[in-house]
């Protein structure tokens, strides 16, 4: 039989078992320590992943707590819609229509941006009154057509009454041209031609230029022709006439002001309906850089007012709409040059 193994002689090779095992334990542990966890080191060339998402998988991997991270926002502040007049002019004309509630009389008036198509509009914008001397562009714009069509001859004493008519108002300067060169038959080209679709002769009147009733409509389709369809020289005429009006004619369109290079021809008249009689004030013109805006601003005044009041009220509207110091400075046009 075999003797017992010698539990002596096996103790050295525990203890060296041993000391092997725990030198190992510790190197894989330094291992660990050092590698970070399984996989590529952290910022190692070629890895996609996002920033945000790598700072969140570390924070998972060593246990930190993950430091919330705000995106900054994209979303544009919202900004008032004030469609195609733009923000400051749209609170101009807000104002001009409050104004336009405390004048006296039917008063309206019209806009046109020539360069977005705009429209805006005012108190009784499409009414009917006595057009007054705003007719006389009407006419001034036919007998230039009609004479470069050569249709018709304009002499030097036509020309001279052409230029009177539009500077100083000239009344006898109208009716010659009026009786010389087509008279009531002209109504019909107003008409057809240059929009004024509203414009009538006032029954139980002479068929004349001043014995007419349009809108403001009418006036503005009226000056719109004239800038965008006349022949170039025609335009720089009325245009040039427009801008350069005699001191009578400095109300109305006129009052948006110097800076806007305003161009108006204005009408004033006392006129009878339902056997009253009572003032009419007209302006129709254009204002801002390359005559942008069309303006036609008429005010049907009630008995009780005189002339002055029609003046400033349709001035005043105007240089609330540009921006103008009000009460505007204008000339009040001498009652007796009133038709």
Not at 44 to 50: Q, R, T, V
Not at 69 to 83: E, L, R
Not at 262 to 271: L, N, R, T, Y
Request: aromatic share 6%; hydrophobic share 40%; net charge positive.
């Amino acid at each position: 039989m075999h003797s017992a193994p010698d539990r002596s002689s096996r103790r050295p090779l525990l203890v060296a078992l041993l000391v092997v095992l725990v030198l190992a334990g510790a190197a894989g542990a330094v291992a660990l320590t050092r590698g970070g966890g399984p996989g590529p080191a952290s910022g190692a060339a070629g890895s996609s992943a996002p920033a945000v998402a790598g700072n969140l998988a570390g924070s998972a991997r060593t246990g930190a707590a993950a430091t919330p991270t705000t995106t900054p926002s994209t979303t544009p502040s919202p900004t008032p819609d004030c469609g195609s007049f733009g923000c400051p002019l749209k609170q101009r004309l807000a104002a001009a229509a409050r104004l336009v509630r405390t004048e006296p009389g039917q008063l309206g008036i019209t806009v046109l941006d020539r360069r977005t198509g705009a429209v805006w509009e005012a108190g009784t914008a499409g009414h009917l009154m006595w057009a007054s001397s705003t007719p006389k562009l009407a006419l001034a714009t036919s007998l230039l057509e009609r004479s470069r069509a050569g249709e018709i001859t304009l002499d030097a004493t036509a020309r001279q009454q052409l230029a009177a008519m539009l500077a100083v108002s000239d009344d006898a300067a109208a009716d010659a041209l009026w009786d010389r060169y087509g008279g009531a038959t002209l109504l019909a080209r107003f008409r057809d031609r240059y929009g004024m679709t509203g414009a009538t002769f006032v029954p139980g009147f002479p068929q004349r230029w001043g014995f007419i009733k349009v809108s403001t409509r009418d006036l503005r389709r009226l000056m719109t022709y004239v800038l965008t369809r006349t022949d170039p020289a025609d335009r720089a005429y009325l245009v040039h006439a427009m801008r350069t009006t005699g001191p009578i004619q400095h109300w109305g369109v006129w009052a948006a002001g110097a800076a806007q290079r305003p161009g108006a021809k204005d009408g004033w008249s006392v006129e009878l309906d339902g056997g009253v009689k009572h003032w009419c004030t007209s302006s129709v013109g254009f204002a801002g850089d390359g005559e942008r805006y069309v303006v036609a601003v008429m005010d049907d005044l009630p008995p009780s007012a005189g002339i002055a009041a029609g003046v400033h009220a349709v001035s005043d509207v105007v240089a609330t709409i540009f921006g103008a110091p009000t009460p505007a400075a204008v000339t009040v046009p001498d009652e007796s040059t009133g038709r």
